[in-house]
């Protein structure tokens, strides 16, 4: 049996927080199985929740010292894991924190500098995960996929609801994969109007009416007519959902409800073409009421796993992928991505 022990990080767009993950990963008989060994969320302190929630907008010098900067910060905050779990990885690997994300036009940008990491803890890193599928003409997301292929072979369907839903499945000996819709990310912005972090259990949607012309507005828009691979980036949340939903002078309350109507019906239209058992991470599986709205339009078996799971599924994945960077292995797949081939992509800092 051949082990690895790693550290996985992972920060989404919902800017929820750090998710840091220690795992260990089993390889034998040609199968994977995993472990998460421990866990943590580390929230961010106002100066990075500011910081990375308008650094889209600083100049050129300022993202460059952010980008080294914030490599710094989860350095520190890994180096303080280890010390309380007292457990030595084998190395980490590291998401970073999307910035940009642009593959229409051959960019993207996740900072977090993983030589800064390195320096800090005195471990490799593997980071900028994504880069190397946008060269390559892909969409560099989403990347889970190719750890749903591998690790939870016995279900049809991973959705993880977090800033973004997305979806994974498999479906002529192929792995298909794409964003679905904005999720968090503008319920935890609706929320923040209420003066409320998130809508805790989806009560304040609940307790909203459903506006039918917002709703189909939402549902008209031009990306959910087009075919995977397609990817979703906070650009896109900005220049379309923001302004339609401040078009309408409306309660709160009804926005939160429209709009958590709007993310179940665009996952539904996709499971229910594909059918079987799904299972559904991140921390929109927390939200109550969007689940119900989702099993409400289903005949899908709906799987909510235990916490530990939806909390840190991507942060293990993230190890998961640093794994078979550090095997040469392939862990992007150009069925997912739409990349003119699969890559074995990450840089390693060692």
Not at 4 to 20: A, E, F, P, Q, R
Not at 115 to 144: E, Y
Not at 315 to 337: P, Q, Y
């Amino acid at each position: 049996m051949e082990n690895h022990l790693v550290i996985g990080l992972m920060s989404g767009t919902s800017l929820d927080g750090l998710d840091i993950a220690l795992c260990s990963f089993h390889y034998q008989d040609n199968n994977w199985s995993f472990k998460i060994l421990d866990t943590k969320t580390q929230r961010y302190p106002d100066y990075w929740l500011n910081q990375l929630a308008s650094i889209h907008n600083a100049g050129a010098e300022d993202l460059t010292r952010l980008h080294f900067e914030y490599g710094h910060f989860l350095g520190e905050q890994v180096k303080s894991f280890i010390k309380r779990t007292g457990q030595k990885p084998d190395f980490i690997a590291s998401h970073g924190h999307t910035i940009f994300h642009r593959p229409e036009k051959e960019y993207t940008l996740q900072i977090g500098d993983g030589n800064a990491i390195a320096a800090v803890t005195g471990l490799p890193v593997v980071f900028d995960f994504r880069s190397k599928d946008v060269a390559l003409g892909g969409q560099g997301a989403p990347l889970v996929p190719i750890g749903d292929k591998l690790l939870f072979p016995g279900y049809d369907s991973c959705i993880n609801l977090g800033g973004i839903a997305n979806i994974s499945y498999e479906s002529n000996n192929q792995r298909i994969a794409f964003d679905i819709c904005p999720a968090n990310q503008v319920l935890n912005s609706l929320s923040n109007q209420l003066e409320e972090p998130f809508d805790n259990n989806g009560e304040m949607a609940s307790e909203g009416n459903l506006n039918l012309e917002l709703f189909e507005r939402l549902n008209a828009l031009g990306y959910y007519e087009s075919k995977p691979p397609k990817s979703l980036g906070k650009e896109w949340v900005d220049e379309n959902i923001y302004p339609l939903l401040n078009l309408f002078s409306i309660p709160i309350k009804d926005k939160l409800r429209t709009f958590t109507e709007h993310i179940a019906l665009q996952i539904t239209n996709i499971i229910n073409a594909n059918r079987g058992k799904v299972l559904i991470t991140g921390g929109g599986a927390y939200n109550d009421f969007l689940i119900e709205r989702i099993k409400a339009s289903t005949s899908c078996q709906i799987e909510i796993p235990n916490n530990e799971l939806i909390e840190f599924k991507e942060a293990m994945v993230f190890a998961f992928l640093g794994v078979l960077r550090k095997r040469n292995e392939i862990n992007c797949l150009s069925s997912v991505t739409g990349a003119s081939r699969n890559s074995c992509s990450g840089t390693l800092s060692i």
